[in-house]
């Protein structure tokens, strides 16, 4: 394992106030949205849309790496550039989602557990060899009356430290992502409960799997309400109940932090980052950053609505959305910036 490699790849991921643009969507999730947006859902329109994405000007300069979905690391622009090329002539590092998507656990009902370890070696081989940098696994846990049961975060907390030994192995610094979703009517003491525990779970397992903490980065929900709780626990408690959670439970040695959006509005999403950053700036001993998919691109989505003629204010939306965020990465949100 080239340790120095993945250090190095994990720091430029985490560099200044940039974040990470999750553009991974599975095909069902991208059909999903396209669905809600009014989009056709062909992979042509899928193609589209990834080149708007990566094709927005100086994007660059607001994110340090893209997540990409398979079918995406395929394709090109119109003008017969692959994506990848783009991105890298852009300077942003590409990377793959390697999960194959969260499935029903056997016996466990209401939980998931990710699958996609079988030939995982093999296929980190073809994408190391396609230039892509940083990998991603999604682990899917569920609040509700009996769960999550510590069986399933252990399974879970399993597939992603086999899943980031792999990676490293191959040389490809592994995002591990543990989401605790936020669907549901549940307080945010009990998100806390839950995401303390998946968190202490997956770096016991992470540690057993010999997996190198400086080479990794971690991609946590926030510490939210449910989505349905009656009281919505405000910004700076969300940004406290976040950082305590964490500080708890990530080793030092973890580079990097960016958080998944998880179904939050965009402007919730880059306040409560924001919170953190101002309320605990020089305090915390990893970057703190964002890897959000549906709070940087949903505005953008939608105004394209699959148009041509849109693409363009589309693009600004897009990078506006993005800029924001590393505003709130320094710690200078503000709803005015919604404004301009
Ligand atoms: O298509 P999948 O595998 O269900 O993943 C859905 C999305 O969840 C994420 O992990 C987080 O996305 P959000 O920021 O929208 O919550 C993305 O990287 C991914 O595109």
Same mark, same amino acid.
């Given at each position: %394992? ?20 999750? %553009? ?5 999730? $991208? ?10 859902? #062909? ?5 589209? =849309?990834?080149?708007?994405? +990566?094709? @927005?000007?100086?994007?660059?300069? $607001? ?9 995406? @690391? ?39 557990? @990710?699958?996609?370890? /079988? ?7 073809? =994408? ?17 009356? /009996?769960?999550? #049961? ?16 792999? $990676? ?13 979703? *936020? /669907? ?10 839950? #995401? !303390? ?7 016991? +397992? ?9 080479? *990794?980065?971690?991609?946590?929900? *926030? ?25 708890? $439970? ?13 179904? !939050?509005?965009?402007? /919730? ?6 919170? %953190? ?23 953008? *989505? ?39």
């Amino acid at each position: %394992m080239d340790k120095q490699a993945l250090k190095e790849t994990a720091q430029k991921l985490m560099a200044g106030d940039k974040g990470l643009l999750a %553009m991974d969507e599975s095909v069902a999730t $991208c059909n999903k949205r396209f669905a809600e947006a009014g989009i056709p859902q #062909t992979i042509e329109y899928r193609r589209k =849309y990834r080149e708007l994405i +990566v094709t @927005t000007p100086k994007l660059g300069e $607001c994110i340090s790496g893209a997540i990409l979905f398979d079918e995406t @690391t395929k394709q090109s622009a119109a003008d017969g550039t692959s994506f990848i090329d783009l991105l890298v002539k852009g300077g942003i590092i590409p990377g793959i989602k390697l999960d194959e998507g969260a499935k029903d656990q056997p016996a466990f009902p209401g939980e998931k557990i @990710t699958e996609g370890l /079988d030939g995982l070696r093999e296929r980190l081989k073809d =994408y190391a060899a396609a230039g892509l940098k940083f990998a991603k696994w999604r682990a899917v846990i569920t609040i509700a009356a /009996d769960i999550p #049961t510590d069986a399933n975060i252990y399974a879970n907390a399993h597939a992603l430290a086999r899943y980031a030994a792999l $990676c490293q192995e191959a040389g490809v610094v592994p995002i591990v992502e543990p989401e605790v979703l *936020m /669907d549901g009517d549940h307080t945010i003491e009990r998100c806390f409960e839950v #995401t !303390q525990r998946v968190l202490h779970i997956v770096f016991e +397992v992470l540690i057993a799997q010999r997996v190198y903490l400086e080479g *990794m980065i971690l991609k946590p929900n *926030m510490v939210l309400s449910g989505l349905n709780a009656v009281v919505q626990a405000d910004v700076d408690t969300v940004a406290d109940e976040t950082v305590k959670c964490l500080l708890r $439970c990530v080793p030092a040695a973890v580079p990097g932090v960016a958080f998944l959006s998880g179904g !939050q509005s965009a402007q /919730d999403a880059s306040a409560h980052l924001s919170a %953190m950053h101002s309320k605990y700036k020089n305090k915390l001993p990893w970057a703190l950053t964002f890897s959000f998919a549906r709070a940087v691109q949903q505005p953008a *989505m939608e105004y394209w609505a699959g148009k041509d003629e849109n693409v363009a204010v589309a693009q600004q939306l897009l990078y506006k959305r993005a800029s924001i965020n590393n505003a709130a990465r320094r710690g200078e949100y503000s709803p005015e910036l919604e404004k301009e």
